[in-house]
């Protein structure tokens, strides 16, 4: 399974992040927890430079984040939907 991502750096403070199109099948905070360290793994493991990362989800029919919460709170004011990368999972 393919699961998309942006690879980004944010301007203000020059932080390298990673923002995955994915969900927990449970949809439990620990297993989201659980996909993204390891969704974050595979794409370091590839070579990109991550120093924060998060979820974007559906929820209620809006875009949802789960992660850092500084980032979380980046990405509510500032996402375009900009992919950049897919990951095999």
Avoid: P
Wanted: hydrophobic share 40%; aromatic share 8%.
């Amino acid at each position: 399974m393919k699961i998309r991502l942006a690879h980004l750096r944010t301007r203000q403070q020059g932080i390298n992040f990673a923002v995955f199109e994915a969900d927990a099948r449970s949809k439990n905070n620990q297993d989201r927890s659980n996909l993204l360290a390891e969704l974050t793994r595979k794409a370091r493991n590839s070579g990109l430079a991550i120093e924060k990362s998060a979820l974007a989800f559906m929820s209620c029919g809006k875009i949802t984040f789960f992660g850092s919460n500084d980032l979380v709170r980046y990405l509510s004011n500032n996402w375009g939907d900009d992919w950049t990368h897919s990951i095999d999972v």
